[in-house]
């Protein structure tokens, strides 16, 4: 079984720049698609990014397009996100998870992944 463990989150101004980590134990994520996903507080966890097991393809939540991305480094185990011009409304907890292996596309349903993360807070704030 993998387990998951995100850094990187702290406190930044709005504008500013983060690049979050994801690394896996337990065994290798080299053949499945991962995701991160976030949760601001009083509110529903959301899709963020997800990765394809290759790292050629991706996809994006619409309010995160073109300010964030999302890379992976097979020989580490570990993936990341990256996140520039950041805004108040980005500051939530950040979690990595798997996505489960019976789906064959690329998902942004939470359903569809397991294994998740304990989480990184990133909070953006003057």
């Known amino acids: 079984q993998v387990q998951l463990v995100e850094s990187g989150g702290r406190l930044v101004q709005p504008g500013g720049s983060l690049t979050l980590s994801c690394v896996a134990s337990?065994?290798?994520?080299?053949?499945?698609?991962m995701g991160w996903f976030r949760q601001a507080p009083g509110k529903e966890r959301e899709f963020v990014a997800t990765?394809?097991?290759?790292?050629?393809?991706?996809e994006y939540r619409d309010s995160v397009k073109g300010r964030f991305s999302i890379s992976r480094d097979n020989s580490v185990n570990t993936i990341y996100l990256r996140m520039d011009r950041l805004k108040p409304e980005d500051t939530a907890r950040y979690f990595c998870?798997?996505?489960?292996?019976?789906?064959?596309?690329?998902?942004?349903?939470?359903?569809?992944?397991?294994?998740w993360g304990q989480g990184t807070q990133v909070t953006v704030s003057s």
């Open positions: 998870a798997v996505q489960k292996a019976v789906y064959p596309v690329l998902a942004v349903a939470i359903d569809a992944y397991e294994s």
């Open positions: 337990g065994r290798t994520i080299s053949r499945d698609v």
């Open positions: 990765i394809s097991s290759s790292g050629g393809s991706t």
